[in-house]
């Protein structure tokens, strides 16, 4: 499985929603915290381009030699109609300066030094130290789940509800005669995470492993090939 350092690293450089909190700044409107882009530095650091004019970079900007506390907030959901959409939430801590010249003009980048990060997600919820987010990878699948995730939901329910097959005795204990919906939730290089949903709103999730993790689109197609020939059978 991902560690929950990739997870986070993953979701920070994701198109995932998210926000900066800044501790008692005040904003008209909390599109003012949203970062126009993200990235991660060597040693672990984020960085954070926002318009020039941002509330967030006038704090930034005044408390200058001062430490300014701020938390990245990202809250992860499901691109496909699902029910309990909301797939996890990451925070990531830490102290925020402006690096001016990074970025073009009209815009500034701040760097948020990692403190200490937070992942609730799907798999649990976990701390992550600093060093294992500094070297964890984020998933090479990560530019591509959404549209996969939809292609899969859109072209392949049918085969999708094979695999409940693959669950043995838990479907009959769980589910009812009819076969329910299935649903594809998340995705990443080890495997592919589908919710079963009956009519009356019952689901529960369940984890297929891929053969051998993917490294890209090419490989994952293979995977889910097997997938499903072992479904079929």
Known sequence: M????????????????AVLVVPGLDVARTEQLIPDTRGVGPEGDLFLAFPADSPVVRAATHAQGDELTAVLEITDVAPVSVPHRIRGRAWISG?????PGLTEPGRMMLRLEFGEAYVDDLWGAENIEPEDFR??????LVVHEAELLQHLHAAHGEQLRTLCGLLGERTTETFSAHQP???????????LRVRFVEDRGACFDARFEFPEPVRDVGELRRAMHTLFEAASH
């Open 181 to 191: 919906a299935a649903v594809p939730v998340a995705l990443d290089r080890f495997g």
């Open 135 to 140: 070297d964890a990878a984020p998933d090479p």
């Open 2 to 17: 991902p560690s929950a350092a990739e997870r986070t690293r993953t979701l920070v450089q994701s198109t995932r929603s």
């Open 95 to 99: 102290w925020l300066t402006s690096v």
